[in-house]
């Protein structure tokens, strides 16, 4: 990458335990107040029921609004499956924190945060493609514990809970072994500003030479959790946001893949 930093990244490293996740400082420091499993639980069901509305609200969406750039769209349902997870989150838990993608955040008393990201892939939402999902963590103290990432026209359901493993459908999930660079399916995406998309442009050039291929899908959720069931290698994107990485990252880490920024620590959500 000749000193180019890379802000977030994930593939299998060889080390244990995930790099963004800082899972031995939170057992040695943060007694842990809330039960992650019981987190994780409330994750899957809210995110199946989001799933589902966003599901159904799919055919003839149109675009609503936009935010950084022209081509950074909201839609009608990004909206609404964000007002239902937070709503549902705080009839269940009503002193915790909510940080949601389109803005509808709560402030909490309990140490508990939920990041939300109500339609991962809002762009191949809107052109009909089914890679999208409703991805929901919960974090502690800043740590994320727990998560669920429903994939609803792919009709997966990942959840994950931290030192607890990740799962598939109630199946537990192993990441494939790691492959030489040069064998690696690596996934990246592009953020929506023209000069941070030249910027990601650029680094691509000097990554594709040394990889099997590269894939671009257009949604976190999927590419992050593909990774935990061998679609791809490995996954990059600088500047990406919390809520895009924290339930797939917490998916991966759980299944062995190593989860990171490109300096080791929690991915950089900076540009
Ligand atoms: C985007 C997708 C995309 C990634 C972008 C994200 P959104 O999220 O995850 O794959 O490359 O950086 O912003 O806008 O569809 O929720």
């Known amino acids: 990458m000749r000193g180019r ?7 299998r490293s060889g080390h244990d335990g995930p790099g963004g996740h800082e899972r031995k400082g939170t057992r040695d420091h943060h007694p842990v107040p809330h039960d992650p ?22 055919e003839g969406i149109t675009v609503l609004d936009t935010k950084s750039s ?44 939920w990041v ?19 991805a929901v963590a919960a974090e502690i103290d800043g740590v994320v514990v727990a998560a669920a990432v429903h994939l609803p026209v792919h009709g997966q ?4 809970v931290l030192g607890g493993g990740s799962r598939l459908d109630g ?16 996934a990246t995406g592009f953020g929506y500003l023209p000069e941070r998309r030249l910027q990601q442009a650029r680094v691509l ?16 959720a999927v590419d992050i959790t593909g990774l935990a069931t061998g679609r791809y290698n490995a996954y990059y994107e600088r500047g990406l946001h919390l809520w895009d990485w924290a339930a797939p990252g917490l998916v991966a880490s759980e299944a062995g893949l190593r989860v990171g920024g490109a300096h080791g620590g ?6």
């Open 5 to 11: 930093r890379i802000e977030f990244g994930c593939g």
């Open 37 to 58: 499993e019981k987190l994780r639980d409330l994750a899957v069901a809210v995110a199946a029921e989001a799933g589902e509305l966003a599901a159904k609200g799919q």
């Open 70 to 113: 022209p081509t950074d769209v909201v839609t009608e349902m990004d909206r609404a499956t964000e007002d239902l997870v937070r709503d549902r989150l705080l009839e269940a838990r009503p002193q915790d924190a909510v940080l949601g993608e389109e803005g509808g955040g709560v402030e909490g008393t309990s140490g508990v945060r």
């Open 116 to 134: 939300v990201d109500p339609i991962d892939g809002t762009v191949n939402y809107l052109y009909g493609s089914p890679d999208w999902g409703v």
């Open 157 to 160: 359901m990942f959840d994950a």
């Open 171 to 186: 199946r537990e999930l192993r990441a494939p072994e790691a492959v030489p660079l040069d064998r690696a399916l690596v």
């Open 205 to 220: 050039t000097e990554v594709i030479p040394h990889i099997r291929d590269i894939r671009r899908v257009g949604s976190a």
């Open 266 to 271: 929690r991915p950089a959500t900076t540009w």
